[in-house]
């Protein structure tokens, strides 16, 4: 493999999420089943019906085109049509300075998202699902919503999160997913601050925190996942402070470490979660009393 610089590009590579790195390439699924396995049009090669397909809970792709498979590092080499140390060179996560819109996906396709309802969050499991997360409902409440949705003519609900182009970040105690199309969300402050976060359950955890105290003046970015850090940049750049919270992993390390590099304005705030892999863990399990549980608002 060579020196230390590679073995620490090799893992965060390997650790990337594929949906999120094929988002950043501008390849969307056709359909979704089970709502985990993610269909596509090979991006190897030319097909008009979907046979490529990744596993999210394995990190795993397959194309049946080609009867090949494995994980990101062997899709991006052969994307890239280069070795691995050509391919560890390139720094592929951030070498796109502008990532491509994630197109909406027809409505009737296959095992595709089908939002049939967005409200406010009524859900007695999914106020169970937040109290176990340490989420006060009237946090919640502010940011998001609850979204009726199908998958192959099944029913589900969950917790949503908007994002800046319409679609949704789906989660609740069995399901993490995503409705067209994938996007960054901005909430623009009245200061000159903003924080950053990779998912919504972090920053919901330091709205949390924050219950009781002044408000803030900080705008604040989601990302819904580290692969679109660069298309939330032009956002950032705009402030003259840029407080990450991303989690404490390969990839959280490498774009904690790539943003500081970018410009001092960038700032490691990871401090505040010491000991656990985000915020939202930290949360859980540090001596913070549990939200209590209200039906109702």
Same mark, same amino acid.
């Given at each position: &493999? ?34 985990? $396995? ?10 008009? @019906?979907?046979?490529? @397909?990744?596993? +999210? ?5 397959f194309d049946f085109g080609l009867f090949e498979g494995g994980d990101l590092i062997n899709f991006a080499r052969r994307y890239h049509? !280069?070795?691995? +140390? ?8 951030? #070498? ?46 502010? =940011? !998001? ?25 789906? +989660?609740? +105690?069995? /399901? ?24 919504? &359950?972090? /920053?919901?955890? =330091?709205?949390?925190? &924050? ?5 803030? @003046? ?26 990450? =919270? /991303? ?16 410009? $001092? @304005?960038?700032?490691? $705030? ?5 000991? #656990? ?6 949360? &859980? ?6 939200? %209590?549980?209200?039906? %109702?608002?």
């Amino acid at each position: &493999m060579g020196g230390p610089w590679q073995n620490g590009s090799y893992n965060r590579l390997r650790s990337l999420d594929l949906v999120d790195y094929l988002a950043s390439l501008g390849h969307t699924p056709q359909y979704v089943r089970r709502g985990f $396995e993610y269909w596509y049009l090979s991006p190897l090669r030319s097909e008009n @019906k979907p046979s490529f @397909k990744v596993n +999210r809970l394995k990190n795993r792709w397959f194309d049946f085109g080609l009867f090949e498979g494995g994980d990101l590092i062997n899709f991006a080499r052969r994307y890239h049509q !280069c070795s691995l +140390r050509e391919l560890l060179q390139k720094d592929i996560d951030t #070498a796109q300075t502008q990532l491509p819109a994630v197109d909406i996906l027809p409505q009737q396709a296959e095992g595709r998202i089908v939002l049939n309802a967005i409200e406010r969050i009524h859900s007695g499991a999914l106020i169970d699902y937040l109290h176990d997360r340490h989420i006060p409902l009237a946090v919640a409440n502010r =940011y !998001c919503q609850e979204a009726h949705y199908e998958i192959s003519g099944r029913r589900y609900f969950a917790i949503a999160f908007g994002n800046d182009e319409g679609g949704y970040e789906l +989660r609740n +105690r069995f /399901f993490k997913g995503s409705s067209s199309p994938k996007a960054i969300t901005s909430l623009p402050g009245n200061g000159s601050e903003v924080s950053v976060f990779e998912g919504f &359950m972090d /920053f919901l955890s =330091y709205q949390a925190l &924050m219950l009781g105290k002044p408000a803030e @003046k900080s705008s604040f970015v989601v990302l819904n996942g580290a692969a679109l850090f660069e298309r939330a940049r032009p956002f950032l750049d705009r402030h003259e402070a840029i407080r990450l =919270y /991303f989690d404490r992993d390969a990839t959280g390390d490498h774009y904690t470490e790539y943003a500081c590099r970018l410009n $001092e @304005k960038y700032r490691d $705030e990871r401090a505040l979660f010491s000991g #656990a892999k985000d915020l939202n863990q930290w949360l &859980m399990s540090a001596q913070v009393p549990k939200t %209590r549980r209200f039906r %109702r608002l």
